[in-house]
T-cell receptor, first 117, second 115 residues
């Protein structure tokens, strides 16, 4: 059974703290993604990666960074958490396949609900 | 620019009613893919269906059916005889052949099925 796991379901942090959200997939997928989900805004792409040590900015990268040192692990980093980063964070992965995997489904983790106080 | 619009923010139906969730997309690309995902209260998005731009055949899977019409840039999702377990947020997404596997999501439709 394919699996994308995220390190925490719920997380509470203080403003200014450095926050790490971890995502691990066991499907040997090349592509990995970080989204944030907010009411009325749907899913917005923060960063994605097509390979180890490779990263691309999505639609809303400001205030975030990522790390992909191993193929199965993709970390999202909030360098200095702020209250406007309170959100649900979803990780996803997909296989590269032909054409960069355009037609491939993305597999999602259960999400991390982050609250920044 | 690419865009997916799900105009229905929230829908409530009584159990056993049919319901259609609308999805309208915008792209100038000729090769693209459309997806529907379900997000139950547990939070994890579950893949339902994928369609490529060259295949306009409608699809039926049990109580679920999808109507893809390129002429109106729509990819609508119908649930027949709805059940309480269908209560979830449903997302439509677009992927382009020339941007790898980057998805453009709609804002989602929250469906509540009342027993």
């Amino acid at each position: 059974d394919v699996k994308v796991t995220q390190s925490s379901r719920y997380l509470v942090k203080r403003t200014g703290e450095k926050v790490f959200l971890e995502c691990v997939q066991d499907m040997d997928h090349e592509n990995m993604f970080w989204y944030r989900q907010d009411p009325g805004l749907g899913l917005r792409l923060i960063y994605f990666s097509y390979d180890v040590k490779m990263k691309e900015k999505g639609d809303i990268p400001e205030g975030y960074s990522v790390s992909r040192e191993k193929k199965e692990r993709f970390s999202l980093i909030l360098e200095s958490a702020s209250t406007n980063q309170t959100s649900m964070y979803l990780c996803a992965s997909s296989s590269l396949g032909w054409g960069g995997g355009a037609g491939n489904e993305q597999f999602f983790g259960p999400g991390t609900r982050l609250t920044v106080l | 620019a690419q865009k997916v619009t799900q105009a229905q923010t929230e829908i409530s139906v009584v159990e056993k009613e049919d319901v259609t969730l609308d999805c309208v997309y915008e792209t100038r690309d000729t090769t693209y893919y459309l997806f529907w995902y379900k997000q139950p209260p547990s939070g994890e998005l579950v893949f339902l269906i994928r369609r490529n731009s060259f295949d306009e055949q409608n699809e039926i899977s049990g109580r679920y059916s999808w109507n893809f019409q390129k002429s109106t840039s729509s990819f609508n999702f119908t649930i027949t005889a709805s059940q309480v377990v269908d209560s979830a947020v449903y997302f439509c997404a677009l992927s382009l052949a020339n941007t790898g596997n980057q998805f453009y999501f709609g804002t989602g439709t929250s469906l509540t099925v009342i027993p």
